[in-house]
């Protein structure tokens, strides 16, 4: 089956091209349905038994089990796996971007401006937390043009790698997030009827688009400090004909009014800051939410056991996602508080994925859930 997505600007795959495409989703799905499920294993005995004999208890930390699975050559050699599959995701589908940046161009032209809008911001600072590692071990991360003049491949990458990288769980257009958490949304404030919506740290609109669906008549705006993602971002939009008004400004402070919107969301946005970043980012929605308005965030938060953390954990340490870990201690409910937001309106949740019985077969089994958190201004 080809690995495609269902709109006119997803960048081609050559036979081959997808060929080895099809076989880095496979390779990641064997690693997360076969191999990982082994660590569970070591760590429920083994580990759990070494640690206990030594220190009078079970592991309690981060930090106890990324090192005490670490000794494992079983974890070692997942690990190798993983780590090897995330640099041959971006060597096999960067030059298939690349090839094809000029029909791309072309493309673009005939997708524009026809519904949303897009602003780009050359001069904008890029934080240290992007420029200082490259995320998740995209080269270049999200933010670095290989053209002078500015262009899309890293956007376009993104369309493409997310896919894989995903195995297939969001859907065919990447887009299960966005949909999974405004529908949750919807159920639990169903009188709320937003007339703006702010998605932050969008990339390229995966999750932004469904908004467009969930509230008709909403105007949608999306923020990232990517260039090249919100310049795909914007022709991806206009070529499944929706309207997304995309900009590229810092999360930290963007350049709306005070009480602009109504509805503010992030996905998988906070992960990939810093822990000063965050909280100035919580304090931007306080100041950008009109009153009544709400702010909800979708993000890679472990809860409950702690095993549910390793896996963030090790990226955290292993694949160039510096405040995945550090962000599973934070006290989101505290962070908002301080940022003006009222502790009682504060809401944890879990919104449950949409396409989980979509996945076909080479694919994942689907995410299960998205833990969110927000609160009401
Ligand atoms: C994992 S991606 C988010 C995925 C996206 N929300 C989706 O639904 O597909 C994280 C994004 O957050 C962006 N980001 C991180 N810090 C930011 C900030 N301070 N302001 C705006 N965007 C930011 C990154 O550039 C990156 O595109």
Redesign the pocket.
Same mark, same amino acid.
């Given at each position: 089956m080809p690995v495609n997505a269902t709109h006119a600007m997803f960048p081609d795959a050559w036979h081959d091209e997808q060929s080895r495409q099809h076989f880095i989703r496979s390779l990641k799905v064997h690693i997360a349905q076969d191999v990982m499920p082994g660590n569970k294993t070591l760590f429920d005995g083994p580990v759990q038994t070494r640690f206990r004999k030594t220190h009078g208890r079970g592991i309690e930390t981060r930090k106890e089990i990324r090192e005490e699975l670490g000794k494992e050559p079983y974890n070692q050699l997942w690990g190798s796996m993983l780590r090897t599959s995330q640099e041959m995701l971006y060597d096999t589908v960067r030059p298939s971007i690349e090839r094809q940046l000029p029909d791309l161009n072309q493309k673009a032209k005939k997708f524009s401006g026809k519904n949303g809008s897009l602003r780009l911001n050359p001069d904008l600072a890029m934080?240290r937390?992007?420029t200082a590692v490259d995320?998740?071990s995209k080269p270049g991360?999200?933010?670095t043009n290989v053209t002078d003049e500015g262009d899309m491949v890293a956007g376009a990458e993104?369309d493409r790698t997310?896919h894989l990288y995903f195995m297939g769980q969001?859907g065919p257009n990447?887009?299960d997030?966005?949909v999974s958490t405004g529908t949750w949304f919807k159920q639990r404030f169903p009188n709320f009827k937003p007339k703006r919506i702010l998605?932050?740290?969008? !990339?390229?609109?995966? %999750?932004?688009v469904p908004y467009v669906d969930h509230f008709p008549g909403a105007e949608v705006h999306a923020?990232?400090?990517?260039g090249p993602?919100v310049r795909y971002g914007h022709h991806r939009a206009e070529a499944l004909g929706k309207a997304v008004h995309f900009s590229q400004?810092?999360?930290?402070h963007t350049d709306f009014p005070d009480g602009y919107f109504d509805l503010i969301t992030?996905?998988?946005?906070?992960?990939? !800051?810093s822990v000063k %970043?965050s909280r100035?980012?919580v304090k931007e929605c306080y100041r950008l939410l009109a009153p009544g308005g709400i702010m909800l965030h979708a993000d890679a938060i472990g809860r409950g056991e702690i095993y549910s953390k390793y896996f963030v954990e090790w990226n955290a340490h292993n694949n160039a996602e510096p405040y995945l870990g550090t962000m599973q201690d934070e006290d989101w409910k505290a962070i908002s508080t301080t940022a003006g937001f009222d502790p009682k309106s504060y809401f944890e949740d879990a919104a449950p994925s949409a396409y989980v019985a979509r996945s076909d077969r080479g694919e994942g089994k689907g995410f299960g859930q998205y833990n969110v958190f927000g609160a009401v201004k």
């Amino acid at each position: 089956m080809p690995v495609n997505a269902t709109h006119a600007m997803f960048p081609d795959a050559w036979h081959d091209e997808q060929s080895r495409q099809h076989f880095i989703r496979s390779l990641k799905v064997h690693i997360a349905q076969d191999v990982m499920p082994g660590n569970k294993t070591l760590f429920d005995g083994p580990v759990q038994t070494r640690f206990r004999k030594t220190h009078g208890r079970g592991i309690e930390t981060r930090k106890e089990i990324r090192e005490e699975l670490g000794k494992e050559p079983y974890n070692q050699l997942w690990g190798s796996m993983l780590r090897t599959s995330q640099e041959m995701l971006y060597d096999t589908v960067r030059p298939s971007i690349e090839r094809q940046l000029p029909d791309l161009n072309q493309k673009a032209k005939k997708f524009s401006g026809k519904n949303g809008s897009l602003r780009l911001n050359p001069d904008l600072a890029m934080p240290r937390y992007h420029t200082a590692v490259d995320i998740h071990s995209k080269p270049g991360a999200y933010h670095t043009n290989v053209t002078d003049e500015g262009d899309m491949v890293a956007g376009a990458e993104y369309d493409r790698t997310i896919h894989l990288y995903f195995m297939g769980q969001a859907g065919p257009n990447n887009d299960d997030m966005g949909v999974s958490t405004g529908t949750w949304f919807k159920q639990r404030f169903p009188n709320f009827k937003p007339k703006r919506i702010l998605d932050m740290g969008c !990339t390229v609109g995966h %999750a932004s688009v469904p908004y467009v669906d969930h509230f008709p008549g909403a105007e949608v705006h999306a923020i990232d400090v990517a260039g090249p993602c919100v310049r795909y971002g914007h022709h991806r939009a206009e070529a499944l004909g929706k309207a997304v008004h995309f900009s590229q400004q810092n999360a930290e402070h963007t350049d709306f009014p005070d009480g602009y919107f109504d509805l503010i969301t992030s996905h998988l946005m906070f992960h990939e !800051t810093s822990v000063k %970043a965050s909280r100035a980012i919580v304090k931007e929605c306080y100041r950008l939410l009109a009153p009544g308005g709400i702010m909800l965030h979708a993000d890679a938060i472990g809860r409950g056991e702690i095993y549910s953390k390793y896996f963030v954990e090790w990226n955290a340490h292993n694949n160039a996602e510096p405040y995945l870990g550090t962000m599973q201690d934070e006290d989101w409910k505290a962070i908002s508080t301080t940022a003006g937001f009222d502790p009682k309106s504060y809401f944890e949740d879990a919104a449950p994925s949409a396409y989980v019985a979509r996945s076909d077969r080479g694919e994942g089994k689907g995410f299960g859930q998205y833990n969110v958190f927000g609160a009401v201004k």
